[in-house]
């Protein structure tokens, strides 16, 4: 009997694993996308809407209903409305009490009001149990399974229970809750949606900077100085010529300053004789967005081999050539080959190639699904070891290629040096100073300080 009894227990379906209804304030493109994945995940949805009629964009498997009456059959609430739509709920302030109520809302700029929405909407029912969740989370995403989106959903709440029935929901929607602490983070939350690339500003500006001042510094050497002292028109050098000088340059002086931080880090570790104060703010922002400045770089890079690699195929090198062949043939003679010149063409071109090659390997271990592959020894071998070796490279191809103009007065047009001149002063001046950390007289106190040694362990902060 005891066996029996308990095989057919097994066999029984487990109610406990069934969901509670959850009610939707709402019916528009997000509160529709939450319900259809809510009821995909098992969990009965109840609309409340001004209007009962069903409509076809309703999820079949919904009911809908009056809001007092949605709000009666279920403990937790979603407010998929807009801020300004609050005050209706305020008549239901009873009938809310004591009940979950999930403030999902956006606004339209940064800190638009004094209080985020959660805050206010708590101010309006202190009897709810307000949380502020899946506001970072679009109607697209759900729709199409968060298969294309970040899966990441911001959880804040002064309720803990509450709090944590929220974030059960959104693990059964395969989704990540993130626990973001109290409703004072809410502001936060929403403030996050609104931020276009936050940690993009700095490089991106940066590379536009560099990209604008070097376009305009070439055009004026390559172009109007042509014109002007020796007539000739080359304006057409803005399409192809200028951008793939300009790209290498740029390339190089981003993946510098990749690695320049670090270099002040340690110069101010150093001095400080410990690694237990903060980095100036300038610092530790420039610091953290390193990954961004890398990769911008590696864009800028592969533009330049493309730019590179349709050489061949333009007028005006087909003309040189073509030019060059005829002038021999006019004057019935053959230019030998000069040895040495083969020697630096193909030296910088294998070392801008094996250059090329690390960089896009950097950029390939930064990404999220490489880098949670590696653990973090095999992670900054290929970061810093490896980072610094293509940084070598990419700067030995630059200097081989245009270290000939350093001694040529030909190149300092209106006294200016050529552009590849001052692509080196960076990367140069960073090599310089890491030659210098790694001596054993500076790397081995580097190294005990940032192993905990302090040199006025009573003066730290």
Not at 32 to 45: C, D, E, N
Request: with cysteine.
């Amino acid at each position: 009997m005891n066996k029996n009894s308990s095989n057919i227990m097994a066999l029984a379906p487990n109610t406990s694993n069934k969901r509670e209804t959850v009610c939707i304030f709402g019916t528009g493109d997000f509160g529709r996308a939450l319900g259809h994945k809510m009821i995909q995940s098992g969990y009965p949805v109840v609309y409340g809407s001004r209007s009962t009629q069903i409509s076809n964009l309703i999820p079949k498997d919904a009911e809908v209903l009056s809001h007092a009456e949605a709000a009666q059959k279920a403990a937790i609430i979603i407010i998929a409305i807009q801020r300004q739509h609050y005050n209706f709920l305020i008549p239901l302030a009873e009938i809310l009490r004591g009940k979950v109520l999930v403030d999902i809302s956006n606004n339209l700029k940064l800190n638009q009001y004094p209080e985020s929405n959660a805050e206010y909407l708590a101010q309006l029912l202190p009897g709810s149990k307000v949380v502020k969740a899946f506001n970072t989370v679009s109607a697209w995403a759900l729709q199409s399974g968060t298969l294309d989106a970040s899966r990441q959903v911001f959880v804040c709440g002064d309720d803990v229970e509450a709090k944590q029935m929220v974030m059960n929901i959104v693990h059964a929607l395969s989704l990540t809750p993130l626990d973001k602490g109290s409703l004072l983070a809410a502001q936060e939350i929403e403030n996050y949606p609104l931020q276009l690339f936050p940690m993009w500003k700095f490089p991106i500006f940066l590379s536009l900077g560099l990209t604008a001042f070097f376009f305009f510094y070439c055009l004026a050497l390559d172009v109007i100085y042509t014109y002007i002292y020796e007539k000739n028109n080359f304006s057409f050098f803005i399409a192809i010529t200028i951008p793939n000088r300009v790209c290498p340059v740029v390339a190089l002086i981003l993946l510098a300053l990749v690695y320049l931080p670090g270099i002040f880090a340690a110069i101010i570790q150093l001095y400080r004789g410990t690694k237990y104060r903060r980095f100036p703010d300038w610092l530790d922002k420039w610091m953290l967005c390193r990954k961004q400045l890398g990769l911008i770089a590696l864009a800028f890079a592969s533009l330049h081999v493309v730019f590179t690699l349709v050489t061949p195929l333009r007028a005006f090198v087909s003309w040189r050539t073509s030019k060059g062949i005829i002038s021999q043939v006019l004057n019935n003679k053959t230019e030998p080959l000069n040895s040495t010149n083969a020697w630096i063409s193909d030296s910088y071109l294998a070392l801008g190639i094996l250059g090329f090659f690390l960089f896009v390997l950097l950029g390939i271990t930064s990404l999220p699904s490489v880098s949670n592959n590696v653990n973090w020894r095999e992670f900054r071998f290929v970061q810093s070891k490896l980072g610094y070796l293509a940084l070598i490279l990419c700067t030995a191809h630059t200097l081989v290629y245009g270290g000939k103009w350093f001694l040529s007065p030909s190149a300092y047009k209106w006294y200016l040096p050529n552009i590849y001149m001052l692509s080196l002063v960076v990367p140069c001046a960073v090599l310089v100073v890491k030659f210098v950390l790694i001596f054993p007289c500076v790397d081995k106190p580097l190294t005990q300080i940032r192993q905990g040694w302090e040199r006025n362990p009573k003066h730290s902060e």
